[in-house]
């Protein structure tokens, strides 16, 4: 593959590239992921920076009508925006269960629109294995906006939180036993939380559920660096748009302060350090499926485990020392060859 081309095309912000670009960083071929490192780290670029989005959702409470309609939104007052949406995967096929971009007929139509459909693959976390990956290439491929849709609100959605500028929580009209529902965690995290379907009949539900999140977002501790009034919640409508234009104000509001107070760059560089670990992380657990020694090395540790003639922690221990063993057994190989 040449990945010169490939990456010279989607910095020209050719959407065909973007998706093919996309595709090979998501393999799991090591051919692939060799020319994914080599492309990524040919299109970084620290001047160019899109605003990130998280969105997060219960199932059911609109999240797909609610980017369609936000993301059309946003085209049209010139901006490019890009659509990351994890999908459920299937757990024989891998790939994803339901299609999110065939929810979103405006915005897939708009040609200053991109939007990537990606299973989540078991990932924990309601993003994709290689999710922060395929901002970072769309960021390259000079769009303002990358909107990242989570599978949907679980223990670890807040995962997504990891690799954005903003986290944002779309809710449902109903207050009492949802307020109660939604994790802890995921309330402390977010920066917005929006009550989708506030038109028709359910207006005065979603205005009242809205109050009642403000009131529980008052009791959270308030998050460093924010400005007053944040996270904040507000109704908004899918359908009518009423309360779009309020949302994404506020949202740049936020991300103003953020820059403009440095929090901005402190938060990116912490989230690269742990994408960093991460992908060392992911790294030694490739390591201990394709190296034959190693595989072996890890196949009777667990046998003995399972017997009961070794207890787990013991096993672990000694596979680390097998691992960085053979670690300085090849530096010291390498240096010896010099």
């Given at each position: 593959m040449d990945t010169d081309a490939l990456a010279t095309r989607l910095l020209d912000g050719d959407r065909r590239a973007l998706s093919r670009a996309i595709t090979l960083v998501e393999s799991a071929r090591a051919d692939h992921r060799a020319a994914a490192v080599k492309l990524l780290a040919r299109v970084a670029d620290p001047a160019r920076q899109a605003l990130r989005i998280g969105l997060s959702g219960t199932p059911g409470?609109?999240?797909?009508?609610?980017?369609?309609?936000?993301?059309t939104r946003l085209t049209g007052q010139g901006l490019r925006v890009a659509v990351l949406a994890v999908d459920p995967s299937s757990t024989r096929s891998g790939g994803s269960i339901l299609g999110d971009k065939t929810r979103m007929d405006r915005l897939a139509r708009d040609p200053a629109a991109f939007i990537r459909p990606s299973p989540s693959q078991t990932e924990l976390g309601g993003v994709a294995r290689r999710s922060r990956e395929a901002i970072a290439l769309c960021e390259a491929a000079g769009f303002d906006a990358v909107i990242v849709e989570t599978v949907g609100v679980g223990q670890s959605e807040t995962m997504v939180a990891r690799m954005t500028d903003l986290f944002v929580l779309l809710l449902a009209p109903g207050g009492g036993d949802e307020l109660q529902g939604v994790k802890r965690g995921i309330m402390e995290t977010a920066d917005l939380i929006l009550i989708n379907k506030a038109d028709g009949a359910l207006t005065a539900q979603a205005q009242a559920t809205r109050a009642d999140y403000a009131g529980a977002l008052r009791l959270l501790r308030r998050r460093d660096g924010d400005p007053d009034g944040f996270p904040k919640a507000l109704a908004v409508s899918a359908v009518s748009g009423d309360g779009l234009d309020t949302a994404w104000k506020e949202m740049q509001v936020l991300a103003a302060h953020r820059r403009d107070t440095g929090h901005w760059d402190r938060t990116r560089a912490a989230q690269n350090r742990h994408w960093f670990e991460d992908a060392v992380r992911q790294g030694v657990m490739r390591h201990l499926g394709s190296d034959p020694a190693t595989r072996d090395?890890?196949?009777?540790?667990?046998?003995?485990?399972?017997?009961?003639?070794?207890?787990?922690?013991?096993?672990a221990e000694q596979m680390l020392a097998?691992?960085?063993?053979?670690?300085?057994?090849?530096?010291?190989?390498?240096?010896?060859?010099?």
């Amino acid at each position: 593959m040449d990945t010169d081309a490939l990456a010279t095309r989607l910095l020209d912000g050719d959407r065909r590239a973007l998706s093919r670009a996309i595709t090979l960083v998501e393999s799991a071929r090591a051919d692939h992921r060799a020319a994914a490192v080599k492309l990524l780290a040919r299109v970084a670029d620290p001047a160019r920076q899109a605003l990130r989005i998280g969105l997060s959702g219960t199932p059911g409470v609109g999240k797909s009508t609610f980017v369609d309609a936000f993301g059309t939104r946003l085209t049209g007052q010139g901006l490019r925006v890009a659509v990351l949406a994890v999908d459920p995967s299937s757990t024989r096929s891998g790939g994803s269960i339901l299609g999110d971009k065939t929810r979103m007929d405006r915005l897939a139509r708009d040609p200053a629109a991109f939007i990537r459909p990606s299973p989540s693959q078991t990932e924990l976390g309601g993003v994709a294995r290689r999710s922060r990956e395929a901002i970072a290439l769309c960021e390259a491929a000079g769009f303002d906006a990358v909107i990242v849709e989570t599978v949907g609100v679980g223990q670890s959605e807040t995962m997504v939180a990891r690799m954005t500028d903003l986290f944002v929580l779309l809710l449902a009209p109903g207050g009492g036993d949802e307020l109660q529902g939604v994790k802890r965690g995921i309330m402390e995290t977010a920066d917005l939380i929006l009550i989708n379907k506030a038109d028709g009949a359910l207006t005065a539900q979603a205005q009242a559920t809205r109050a009642d999140y403000a009131g529980a977002l008052r009791l959270l501790r308030r998050r460093d660096g924010d400005p007053d009034g944040f996270p904040k919640a507000l109704a908004v409508s899918a359908v009518s748009g009423d309360g779009l234009d309020t949302a994404w104000k506020e949202m740049q509001v936020l991300a103003a302060h953020r820059r403009d107070t440095g929090h901005w760059d402190r938060t990116r560089a912490a989230q690269n350090r742990h994408w960093f670990e991460d992908a060392v992380r992911q790294g030694v657990m490739r390591h201990l499926g394709s190296d034959p020694a190693t595989r072996d090395a890890m196949d009777a540790l667990g046998r003995a485990v399972a017997d009961g003639r070794t207890p787990p922690g013991a096993a672990a221990e000694q596979m680390l020392a097998t691992l960085l063993g053979s670690a300085r057994d090849r530096a010291a190989g390498g240096h010896g060859t010099g």
